[in-house]
């Protein structure tokens, strides 16, 4: 098994969404490519990971977030972190994060993640958790904005539990 970790290239785009339809995740082609602009801009980092060739996964890192409490820090967040069903528990994610948080200690002494609230996402909450990241105290964030006592709202993607680590 040989895995290898690199960044994200114009002919990966398709692919990409391809892997995560077939598992029934929507994951538009379009998301990949403003990826890669990002990247060209040097507004993110996507590393993509693959496994014998094969597309396994991937995550980025916005070197500027849009959670203003990372940005006032100058905190860049590890953002958008998938390994496919198949690969999942084989070591990708953990190298795939090794890698991430290698890159962010080069311009920062911290890295900032999000996490979902609901189980779909109890294996990331386990693993950013185990890996040392710890709450950020703002408690539960919607749309990059800390909530606030009474607010209410519908749990989606853009709910999520932000963390960040001392590297």
């Given at each position: 098994m040989k895995l290898e970790l690199r960044e994200i290239r114009k002919s990966d785009c398709t692919q990409?969404?391809?892997?995560?339809?077939?598992?029934?995740?929507?994951?538009?082609?379009?998301?990949?490519?403003?990826?890669?602009?990002?990247?060209?801009?040097?507004?993110?980092?996507?590393?993509?990971?693959?496994?014998?060739?094969?597309?396994?996964?991937?995550?980025?890192?916005?070197?500027?977030?849009?959670?203003?409490?990372?940005?006032?820090?100058?905190?860049?967040?590890?953002?958008?972190?998938?390994?496919?069903?198949?690969?999942?528990?084989?070591?990708?994610?953990?190298?795939?994060?090794?890698?991430?948080?290698?890159?962010?200690?080069?311009?920062?002494?911290?890295?900032?993640i999000g996490f979902g609230v609901y189980s779909d996402y109890g294996a990331a909450q386990i693993l950013y958790i185990n890996r040392g990241y710890k709450p950020d105290g703002n408690g539960i964030v919607k749309d990059s904005i800390p909530l606030k006592y009474g607010d209410t709202i519908i749990i989606d993607h853009s709910v999520v539990f932000c963390l960040t680590k001392k590297l």
């Open positions: 990409i969404s391809k892997s995560f339809e077939l598992q029934g995740w929507d994951k538009p082609i379009t998301q990949f490519e403003k990826y890669l602009e990002a990247q060209e801009n040097k507004e993110r980092d996507v590393i993509i990971a693959e496994m014998n060739g094969e597309f396994a996964g991937y995550l980025t890192i916005k070197w500027k977030s849009d959670y203003k409490p990372f940005q006032k820090e100058g905190i860049p967040e590890i953002v958008d972190f998938n390994v496919l069903k198949k690969y999942q528990r084989q070591g990708i994610g953990t190298s795939l994060m090794d890698e991430a948080e290698d890159r962010i200690k080069k311009v920062s002494d911290y890295a900032g």
